[in-house]
C-alpha cells in the first residue's frame, strides 16, 4: 500500500464523522470502491448514527455498500438486526447487497445466506441481494434459483432489476433459465434484450465485457 493511498483511507475514515451528510457520503462512495477491511468498525459506527435520521437516506444506502465490502463478519450482528422496511428504498435495497457480501465474505453458504435474505425481505432488500448474487458469480441451490426468478415474475420486476437476474443467470444452468430469459419483453433501449442475447448463447466474452460496464 503506497503512503498516497494510506494518507487518502485516513482523510476518508475522517470524513466518516464530518457534520455535513454529503461529505459522510462522499468518503463511503469511496470506501465501496476502495474496499479496505480496516474501516469496517468505522463504517459500522458511522451507520449507527446515520440511521437517526431517515432524511439522509442516499448516505445510508452508500454507507452499507461500503460495508458490504469491507466489513465481513464484524459487520454482520449489526447488519443482520436491522429492519429498514420503513426507509427509502433504496436504504433496504443496499441492507440486502451488504447482508449478502458480509455473510459470504464470514464463510456462511451460499444457500444460507441467499436463503435468508429471501426469507426476511422486504421486496428492496431481496433485489439487492440478487444484484451481490449476479457481481460475485454465485450459484445457489436449484430451489433458490427457481425462487429467484420466480420473484422477479411475481413482482414485474422493472428493467434495471431484470439485468441483475439474468446476469446471475448466465451462470447457472441453462436448461433452467431459458424459459425465462426468452419471456422477457424489449426493453425500449434494447441493451437488456441484447444482454439476455449474449446470456442465450452463452458468449462468455460478452457477457464479461457488458457486465464490466454495468457494474463499474
Known amino acids: 500500500m503506497t503512503n498516497d493511498h494510506e494518507a487518502e483511507l485516513q482523510r476518508r475514515l475522517a470524513l466518516l464523522t464530518h457534520p455535513k451528510s454529503e461529505k459522510r457520503c462522499s468518503a463511503a462512495r469511496w470506501l465501496h470502491k476502495h474496499p479496505e477491511p480496516r474501516a469496517g468498525a468505522a463504517l459500522a459506527a458511522a451507520l449507527r448514527e446515520e440511521l437517526r435520521d431517515t432524511r ?5 444506502h452508500h454507507l452499507l455498500l461500503a460495508l458490504g465490502v469491507c466489513g465481513g463478519a464484524q459487520a454482520l450482528p449489526l447488519l443482520r438486526d436491522l429492519d ?3 426507509r427509502v428504498a433504496m436504504v433496504p435495497y443496499a441492507l440486502g447487497e451488504a447482508l449478502l457480501r458480509c455473510e459470504i465474505a ?4 451460499v444457500d444460507d445466506a441467499v436463503r435468508g435474505v429471501l426469507d426476511r425481505g422486504p421486496q428492496a432488500a431481496i433485489e439487492g441481494m440478487v444484484r451481490a448474487v449476479a457481481q460475485l458469480k454465485l450459484v445457489p441451490s436449484r430451489d433458490l434459483r427457481s425462487r429467484i426468478i420466480e420473484n422477479a415474475i411475481a413482482i414485474g420486476a422493472q428493467y434495471i432489476e431484470r439485468r441483475h437476474v439474468v446476469v446471475a443467470a448466465s451462470a ?5 433459465v431459458e424459459p425465462y430469459l426468452r419471456s422477457l419483453p424489449s426493453d425500449p433501449n434494447r441493451t437488456l ?7 442465450l448463447a452463452n458468449d ?7 457486465v464490466r460496464a454495468m457494474y463499474r
Open 56 to 60: 439522509t437516506w442516499e448516505t445510508q
Open 204 to 210: 462468455t466474452r460478452g457477457i464479461a465485457k457488458y
Open 106 to 109: 464470514a464463510g456462511v453458504a
Open 172 to 176: 447457472w444452468p441453462r436448461e433452467e
Open 193 to 199: 434484450t441484447a444482454l439476455t442475447n449474449l446470456v
Open 84 to 86: 429498514l422496511r420503513s
